[in-house]
């Protein structure tokens, strides 16, 4: 059967932080999951990125990237449907970032809310590199160099999506795109289309402690997490303070482990929790083995798809290595254009031949 057509192309990715947890899978990767019909999905592994504050030491760099390469096969990234790849092997990505540098205003960069903040809160590493103020100028040049049209984010990333609609603005203003005899696309006479990010609806996922899960405060619960270690953390996790005896009636929506139900639970378990703690007829312990129920329902299928990228952890590798192969392609064919309009193009011309081909 042919597929419908694709409503355009999407692009996204992360920085490699080591295995990840339940606030990446709803906070993006469920989402991306769910794009992957509907889209030309690219989804790709930031590398690069991880060294902007990571420099000093790399010794973790490609194990993360495996690690988390294996948690998006197991999430349900499928490498049929969508192109899965690892920046630091798609060159482009570096030379595109360079030709943005020589466009993009500093105080652009320096106006990132991200850079400010993130050197005032990671304080313990020096953090006055060219590279990490060029951080969101090398996520530009990760969106443009595929032509994507849309960038499922996370609020806090819309301001790197206006920052990309910004250079590519002032590329395509600079360097209209050169039209040749035969041109598939005639019409377009930008390199760049601007991207629109696609916001990813993310509900509040607390973690064990209550505080927005989150791998620094160290209360994640992981996508790879064995269920029996699953249990154990629910069993300690906080919950509605109000709520110290089994007697004392409790409010779900106070609570972090009903935050948890709100996401993954039925409907059905959902009324049961609503009920049972508001009246004090259920007690926490049998409400957190529902919401253990409930996580399981969800991380299982992943830990079964895993295995044997855990197994032999070489074919989620090769399978990196096959998308990236794929994402060259694209990305090479914006670069040829790209180059060409900043009139860098690698074919010989003869003297002259450009200037006329600008009048025409
Ligand atoms: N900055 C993103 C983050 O921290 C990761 C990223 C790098 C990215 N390049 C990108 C996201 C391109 C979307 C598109 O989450
Ligand atoms: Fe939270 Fe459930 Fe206990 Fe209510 S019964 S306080 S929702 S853990």
Known sequence: MPSPPKKGRVLSGMRPTGKLHLGNYVGALRNWVGLQDQYDCFFFIADW???????????????????????????????ERSTLFIQ?????????????????????????????????????????????????????ADILIYQADFVPVGEDQVPHVELTREVARRFNQFYPRKLHAGDRDPQRG??????????????????????????????????????ASLRQKLKTMVTDPARIRRTDPGNPDVCPVGDLHKIFSSAETMAKVNEG????????????????????????????????YEANPKLAWDIL??????????????????????????EYEAPGQNVAESKS
């Open 321 to 346: 290595e096959e998308g990236s192969t794929k994402a060259r392609a694209v990305a090479e064919a914006t670069m040829a254009e790209a180059r060409e309009a900043a009139n860098l193009s690698h």
């Open 49 to 79: 990125h991880a060294l902007t504050t990571d420099y000093a030491d790399t010794r973790s760099v490609k194990q993360n990237s495996l690690e988390v390469m294996i948690d998006y096969l197991a999430a349900g990234l499928d490498p």
């Open 190 to 227: 930008m390199v760049f289309p601007e991207p629109k990010p696609l916001l990813t609806p993310s509900p509040k996922l607390p973690g064990t402690d209550g505080r927005k899960m989150s791998k620094s405060y160290g209360n994640t619960i992981l996508l790879s997490e064995p269920e």
């Open 277 to 308: 703690c508001r009246t004090a007829g259920i007690g926490c312990i049998e409400c957190k083995q529902w919401a253990s129920d409930s996580l399981w329902r969800v991380l299982g299928p992943m830990q079964e798809r895993r295995q044997k």
């Open 88 to 140: 630091s092997h798609v060159l482009q990505h570096a030379e595109l970032h360079l030709l943005f540098s020589m466009i993009t205003p500093l105080g652009w960069l320096e106006r990132v809310p991200s850079y400010k903040e993130q050197r005032e809160n990671l304080k313990d590493k020096d953090l006055g590199t060219y590279g990490f103020l060029g951080y969101p100028l090398l996520q530009s």
